[in-house]
């Protein structure tokens, strides 16, 4: 059995587009995603958008996601441009998701009324936006990330999970459960350590680990809700980082893959 997976933009940090194009489809991956740094980095390298799409057409790859900036609410001149520049590289690239992230504080009144700009603008090309809680962000609670979504009332707001933040979050069980699966956008596999470290933004940074029991646990979790989402891989991972990157995509999708079928994923 085949599974199409994404793979984040936040594994291969050591290489630039063309690398990650090319080993995530060596590998078995059918879409990756990028960062907005890793989308002016390619362009730096030379990269116009054209050449960009032909690539990722000739690997049969397409863009899945767009990580957006983490300031897209200030509302000052460098986050504008910030979000300027996402929402020209998804419509220019054929993206339909953006994840969105926040480490700015702001009031919950602030967050939704600019998540709901971010959500009108991506529908202009009919693009939906992911809201990813963390438990080192200023949205730290599924049922944080849920009620701002709510909050937004636009039907291109949803979420993305990811199973490093449920490992270390208590409570998400029970909101997980009233949420409509069709907000549900994607799930981020990876696993973590038995033990939590004291700093938890540096070990989700750099120590996390491939896909395994834990994400068995979490597929299960989410087919039982019947989640229909996007299928992901995210292991920010020093040892990862500094694997030959031909090596590295292979262990991430082939551990991924095992726990999909662990999971008996359909």
Do not use: K
Request: with cysteine.
């Amino acid at each position: 059995m085949s599974y199409e997976v994404t793979l984040c933009a936040m594994n291969l940090l050591q290489v630039g587009f063309d690398e990650r194009v090319r080993v995530a489809s060596a590998a078995g991956f059918d879409s990756i995603g990028l960062s907005l740094a890793q989308y002016r980095q390619a362009q730096d390298d030379g990269f116009t958008d054209a050449a960009m799409r032909a690539l990722l057409a000739d690997t049969g790859l397409r863009l899945a996601e767009i990580e957006g900036p983490w300031d897209w609410l200030s509302g000052d001149a460098s986050s504008l441009e910030d979000t300027a520049t996402i929402l020209h590289a998804a419509r220019a690239l054929g993206c339909s998701h953006i994840t969105a992230v926040q480490f700015v504080p702001a009031d919950v009144d602030h967050r939704v009324r600019a998540l709901s700009r971010l959500c009108d603008a991506a529908a202009e090309f009919g693009a939906r936006v992911g809201l990813e809680f963390m438990p080192f962000s200023n949205v730290p609670t599924l049922s944080d990330a849920w009620g701002i979504v709510q909050a937004t009332a636009r039907d291109n707001c949803g979420l993305v999970l990811d199973n490093w933040h449920f490992q270390r979050t208590n409570g998400w069980e029970e909101p997980l459960a009233l949420i409509p699966h069709e907000r549900l956008y994607a799930i981020q596999l990876c696993d973590a350590a038995a033990e939590a470290e004291p700093d938890a933004r540096e070990e989700a940074r750099h120590r996390r680990l491939l896909p395994g029991e834990q994400s068995v646990a979490i597929l299960r979790r989410l087919e039982d809700i019947g989640f229909a989402g996007r299928l992901s891989t995210e292991v920010w991972s020093d040892e990862l980082f500094r694997a030959d990157p031909r090596d590295a995509a292979d262990r991430l999708f082939s551990a991924t893959v095992t726990a999909l079928r662990a999971a008996n994923w359909p």
